[in-house]
Each structure stands twice: as C-alpha cells, then as structure tokens.
C-alpha cells in the first residue's frame, strides 16, 4: 500500500513543479514583447517611428549649416513578397537643410497586404538627429495585389549632430503586418451582398 501511495505523492509533485514551469514559459512570452521594444529603444535598432509635432517646429526654427555636408545614404530591405526601393542611393546634404526623398513600393503577392517599414540608422546615435516630418514609417500600409506606391521621406538632419559624424545610412525593412486586417476590395459603393 505504501508503493501506492509514494507514486501518487510523486506524481503530485511532478505535477506541481510542471504548473510553475507552465507559468514560468507563459509570463516570460507575455514579458517578451515589452522586452523586446525595451532593447530595440536601448539599441536603436527597429524603432516603431511615430509623428512627433514638435519636428515641423524645430524645421521651420533651423538655421541651415552650409559649413558642413553630410552624406546620407538610403537602403531599403524587405520581408516577404515585395519590391523595395529608394529612388537615390545617397544625398550630400547640410544639416538644417529640408530634404525630400522618394521610395518605390509594389506588392507582389496576388492579395492586398498590410505592411510596416520599420527604420534603422547607422551611426545608431544619429538616430536622434534624423528628425523626418513625412515618412511611410508612420504608419501601417494597405497595398492591393500588384500595387505599386511611391512614398516620400522628408526630413532634415539637426545641426547639433555632432562633428565628427559626417555620413547617415537611414535603412528600412519593409514586412508584412501579421494578423493585420487588409482594406477590402473596391466595390463601387455598393454592397457586394446586394
């Protein structure tokens, strides 16, 4: 009887140290999202870019430096079945000066898809000197199958960017939005249904 006894108290324990384990895996995949926006912030890298108001401010407040050039530089990555790219590989530019750049987008899947570009900048501390009043990376994008979009890119670079950077390369990786809803097809205005 005592055999009996022994395995269930066993099992029991098993059981136990199996629900912490269980618990442990769920909160460390909840914790995983805000974790990873905190290393993204940390390093630079894969920043969800938001408008800031304050940017078109400070444009129309910027003293242009023609003391200085920067070269910046644009790359252009995708994740999935898109075509990507800048319509310029790289700009001499001053800081302070209002720049306007264009970059291709063509959804090569035979559905629309809702897509994301996400930036990056090397050097990651000039980062916080790209201050862009205009970019597709604001928000999400709905391209029906075989669209082609043009999307411009304004910005200026900050003249407290320090002196010894002299080159920017902005980089974009362009996905697709998992789980997101796609804009329905056209209908004319009226109800497919009808």
């Not at 009887?1 to 029991?12: G, I």
């Not at 430096?65 to 994740?79: G, L, P, W």
Request: glycine share 6%.
């Amino acid at each position: 009887m005592s055999e009996p006894r022994a395995a269930a108290a066993e099992n029991r324990t098993i059981l136990r140290k199996l629900l912490v384990v269980a618990v442990l895996m769920f909160g460390f995949g909840w914790a995983l999202i805000p974790l990873y926006r905190k290393i993204c912030e940390v390093t630079g890298i894969n920043l969800l870019t938001n408008k800031d108001p304050a940017v078109e401010a400070r444009a129309r407040n910027t003293q242009v430096d023609t003391s200085r050039t920067i070269v910046v530089e644009f790359d252009a990555n995708k994740q999935g079945p898109w075509r990507f790219r800048p319509h310029v590989n790289h700009l001499t530019v001053h800081p302070g000066e209002l720049i306007h750049v264009d970059y291709d987008l063509v959804n090569l899947e035979g559905r629309a898809m809702t897509g994301q570009a996400i930036p990056s900048y090397a050097p990651m501390q000039s980062a916080r000197y790209f201050q862009k009043l205009e970019c597709f990376c604001f928000k999400q994008q709905v391209l029906a199958a075989g669209e082609t979009r043009r999307f411009p890119v304004v910005f200026f670079i900050d003249p407290d960017l320090p002196k010894d950077v002299t080159q920017i390369t902005l980089s974009y990786t362009f996905f697709e939005v998992a789980g997101a809803a796609a804009a329905p097809a056209a209908t004319g205005g009226r109800d497919a249904r009808s």
